[in-house]
T-cell receptor
Framework: GENVEQHPSTLSVQEGDSAVIKCTYS??????FPWYKQELGKRPQLIID?????GEKKDQRIAVTLNKTAKHFSLHITETQPEDSAVYFC??????????FGAGTRLTVKP | DTGVSQDPRHKITKRGQNVTFRCDPI?????LYWYRQTLGQGPEFLTY????????KSRLLSDRFSAERPKGSFSTLEIQRTEQGDSAMYLC??????????FGPGTRLTVT
């Protein structure tokens, strides 16, 4: 089955700097890659996603890139703000529609 | 609130008891998913419905777990003979199409 690995597990940056979180997946048939943000005690919130026919997608300060050949995708957050502090999860959807999540990255943005 | 809702938000039960959770998806979303999340981990897929049909079940879902979506709207997840290892956050998500899934607030289960 699909296996998603996420790195790093924790990331601390200074406000205004960029943050990059990387994920790899194992199933070449996976075709949809969302990113979720989860604040403490709250539900995971979809922040951006990318489909397998696209290499890059951007939404304001957030961008995601996908390399299908290498089977990895990354989340880029520019001009980080303290409110970006949260746990971020990547995921890959397999051919049978179940979604496999990474273990998460705890991002801390220091003011 | 037009988002995904779950009930109850918290459940404390003794080992061996049965529990049932409910999920109400976003109106007209035909796809509904159940996940389990433990501390420090990402959500783990449990099962998936398209309308009232249960199309996928994870191997994680033992025979003590059963899920239904009788009319293609709300869904229930029942755990029989609960064990301490069942303690987790149970998340429901719904999707109107093939892609974006929107999560509910979850039901936190504690088995004592």
């Amino acid at each position: 089955g699909e296996n998603v690995e996420q790195h790093p597990s924790t990331l601390s940056v200074q406000e205004g700097d960029s943050a990059v979180i990387k994920c790899t997946y194992s199933d070449s048939a996976s075709n949809y890659f969302p990113w979720y943000k989860q604040e403490l005690g709250k539900r995971p919130q979809l922040i951006i996603d990318i489909r397998s026919n696209v290499g890059e997608k951007k939404d304001q300060r957030i961008a995601v890139t996908l390399n299908k050949t290498a089977k990895h995708f990354s989340l880029h957050i520019t001009e980080t703000q303290p409110e970006d502090s949260a746990v971020y999860f990547c995921a890959a959807r397999t051919w049978n529609n179940d979604m496999r999540f990474g273990a998460g990255t705890r991002l801390t943005v220091k003011p | 609130d037009t988002g995904v809702s779950q009930d109850p938000r918290h459940k404390i039960t003794k080992r061996g008891q049965n529990v049932t959770f409910r999920c109400d998806p976003i109106s007209e979303h035909n796809r509904l998913y159940w996940y389990r999340q433990t501390l420090g981990q990402g959500p783990e897929f449990l099962t998936y419905f398209q309308n009232e049909a249960q199309l996928e079940k994870s191997r994680l879902l033992s025979d003590r777990f059963s899920a239904e979506r009788p009319k293609g709207s709300f869904s229930t997840l029942e755990i029989q003979r609960t064990e301490q290892g069942d303690s987790a956050m149970y998340l429901c998500a719904s999707a109107g199409g093939f892609y974006e899934q929107y999560f509910g607030p979850g039901t936190r289960l504690t088995v004592t």
